[in-house]
């Protein structure tokens, strides 16, 4: 797919590890985006994943969670050994990751941040998640995101 590699798909491709990219068009500011961006991959939106810069305790830190729910903050602080947890600012996101907002993928990020992947996870045999632009998905194991992010798992979705 010419003209559409990224820093995740290129540490993808680098690294050898099994992956398919999906093109999507969906406004970024639409009302329940990830539930569209899912509509329009054909998936159950269980399985696409969005990937939210937050601030624990000071630093930076990577929750991926699925476009269904919202990050319980609670559960990430506690997931990385912190006591407080608060989504980190749109610039500080962006220039920590070296993606824009709607676009930020948890794999290929400019400074490697602690990341943590929700349990759910799991119980997929691939997911979905942002190639590092806005209108394109990334679908890939849950097992190959945890490894190449040296990610944790828990419990983070609520509602």
């Known amino acids: 797919m010419a003209g559409q590699g990224t820093p995740a798909t290129a540490l993808l491709t680098k690294r050898r590890v099994a992956h398919s990219t999906h093109p999507y068009d969906v406004s970024p500011d639409a009302p329940n985006y990830g539930a569209l961006v899912a509509a329009a991959l054909g998936v159950p939106p269980e399985r696409v994943f969005k990937t ?38 749109r610039a500080a996101a962006e220039r920590a990751t070296g993606y ?18 929700d349990s759910s996870a799991l119980t997929f045999p691939t997911i979905y998640v942002s190639a ?7 679908q890939l194991t849950p097992a190959d995101l945890v490894a190449l992010t040296d990610a944790g798992t828990a419990p983070l979705a609520a509602g």
């Open 132 to 138: 590092g632009r806005r209108g394109l998905q990334l």
């Open 52 to 89: 939210l810069i937050t601030v624990v305790d000071g630093a930076l830190a990577v929750a991926v969670v699925p476009v269904t729910g919202e990050l319980d903050l609670k559960a990430l602080a506690s997931a990385v050994g912190g006591k407080r947890a608060t989504l980190a600012d």
């Open 100 to 117: 824009v907002r709607g676009g930020i993928s948890p794999l290929g990020q400019r400074k490697r941040l602690p990341t943590v992947l």
